[in-house]
């Protein structure tokens, strides 16, 4: 059973900078999706970031390009969400989520429910 643990989570003014982690306790292969999603007041989960471990595919949703970025620790089974120009439209509970493949041409294009392994969670809230 694979725990994923998000961190980094916090209360920000608009324009400022987060950076958030999910550490697995194990990856359950050698290279797996790790995907962010977020999930704003009254809104679905919507994908924001995802990465194929072991140097593979980025993606990253149009609403976050050029601010968000999104990387991994091989050495500690940890994926980073580095958030900069942070707007109060950014203001969610951030999960990630891990799987061997999603079935889809990238990893960012699956549901959250279709990753096999998900965090609890971490607030981030934007204020203006």
């Known amino acids: 059973q694979v725990q994923l643990q998000e961190s980094g989570g916090a209360s920000v003014q608009s324009g400022g900078s987060l950076r958030l982690s999910c550490q697995a306790s194990a990856y359950p292969y050698s290279r797996v999706c790790v995907a962010w999603f977020r999930q704003r007041p009254g809104k679905e989960h919507e994908g924001v970031a995802a990465i194929y471990t072991g140097g593979g595919r980025i993606n990253y949703a149009d609403s976050v390009k050029g601010r968000f970025t999104i990387s991994e620790d091989r050495a500690t089974n940890t994926v980073y969400l580095q958030m900069t120009s942070l707007k109060p439209e950014d203001t969610a509970m951030y999960y990630c989520?891990?799987?061997?493949?999603?079935?889809?041409?990238?990893?960012?294009?699956?549901?959250?429910?279709?990753?096999?392994?998900r965090g609890q969670g971490t607030q981030v809230t934007v204020s203006s």
């Open positions: 989520a891990v799987d061997r493949t999603v079935y889809r041409p990238t990893c960012l294009e699956a549901t959250m429910s279709e990753y096999a392994y």
